[in-house]
């Protein structure tokens, strides 16, 4: 699966940015969907996930009652919205596919990735 990321930019801290992630396929709605993000100096970690037809999401504790996952499979895209941000959000947030949803925050085996896009909180 081909994914395509946008939405990121320069924003002050206590902002927002909704971020998208457009798949191609046909099987869109089979897939799990998830963000990872990741720093200057730091590794790629974990940011949300959503299971196929998002029945469930899962969140790391750093962005948990911030963000929102989101998906909308006629549209084959998966959102990130992202509220009260803060200049440790400041990253190249990725999004992924995987047909486990369990296997999303392993950043194990995942069937695609998506470019990054830079988004910038100012403080």
């Known amino acids: 699966v081909q994914l395509q990321a946008s939405g990121g930019g320069l924003v002050q801290a206590g902002g927002s940015l909704r971020l998208s992630c457009a798949a191609s396929?046909?099987?869109?709605?089979?897939?799990?969907m998830g963000w990872f993000r990741q720093a200057p100096g730091k590794e790629r970690e974990f940011v949300a996930a959503i299971s196929g037809r998002g029945i469930i999401t899962s969140y790391a504790d750093s962005v948990k009652g911030r963000f929102t996952i989101s998906r909308d499979d006629a549209k084959t895209t998966a959102y990130l919205q992202m509220n009260s941000l803060k200049p440790e959000d400041t990253a190249v947030y990725y999004c992924?596919?995987?047909?486990?949803?369990?296997?999303?925050?392993?950043?194990?085996?995942?069937?695609?990735w998506g470019n990054g896009t830079q988004v910038t909180v100012s403080s």
């Open positions: 396929g046909r099987t869109f709605s089979s897939y799990a």
């Open positions: 992924v596919a995987n047909t486990w949803y369990a296997d999303i925050p392993r950043n194990y085996n995942m069937a695609g």
